[in-house]
């Protein structure tokens, strides 16, 4: 039976159910602010630390820059510079001990010569394939260093990888592709540099 009173109550009734928050809606609330939340925090994890990494990835690049260059810069003959062939050979064929021998710059795996280094005086790096597999984690001494075999305290923090690869252009010419990979350890920093170096005096010596 509808009374005023009734009325009265059931209107009431109505006003709180309409003023209350559903158990989805609440879900759906939370679900928001959270996604909300983990953008912001995303955010200034980013920024601090981009704040910290420019100096260390600039010093990276300037590393790689420079080792990269140095290579670029090498010899690229036919056969070692030291070989008193080196200046008139027309292929490995040529250089003392033929393709493949001791002084065949081209003869895989790329490497230095026995008792060749970066850092030596009498016997130093004279070939751009010299440098494959030069580690400054592995070298004598070990670190960055000057090609006077000088460690920079500075850069202890960082460690560089160069590898050098045959790029045919056809049967007669090629080319290397020289990589220099740069890290540091702490940040977790990597910067790689490419750069090509073609054979185009190959009975130039240093």
Not at 62 to 69: D, K, T, Y
Not at 114 to 138: H, I, K
Not at 143 to 170: E, F, K, N, R
């Amino acid at each position: 039976m509808f009374t005023p009173e009734a009325a009265l109550y059931g209107g009431r009734r109505a006003g709180r159910h309409e003023l209350g928050v559903s158990l989805v809606e609440l879900v759906v609330f939370i679900v928001i602010v959270s996604v909300g939340v983990a953008g912001v925090m995303v955010a200034l994890n980013t920024g601090t630390r981009n704040a910290v990494d420019p100096m260390i990835r600039k010093q990276a690049l300037a590393i790689a820059e420079g080792l990269l260059e140095e290579v670029e810069l090498m010899s690229y003959t036919y056969c070692d510079p030291d070989d008193p062939n080196a200046p008139t050979a027309t292929g490995s064929a040529d250089c003392t001990g033929g393709t493949n021998g001791p002084n065949d710059e081209a003869k895989l795996p790329l490497g230095a010569e026995a008792g060749e280094t970066r850092y030596s005086a009498a016997t130093p790096f004279d070939n751009v394939s010299d440098y494959n597999g030069f580690d400054t984690a592995t070298a004598v001494p070990i670190g960055i260093a000057d090609l006077t075999g000088t460690v920079i305290p500075a850069l202890a923090g960082y460690q560089a990888q160069v590898a050098v690869a045959l790029q045919p252009i056809d049967v007669v010419n090629e080319m290397l592709r020289i990589t220099v990979t740069v890290t540091h350890a702490v940040s977790n920093t990597t910067v790689v540099l490419e750069g090509y170096r073609a054979q185009y005096a190959p009975n130039t010596g240093p």
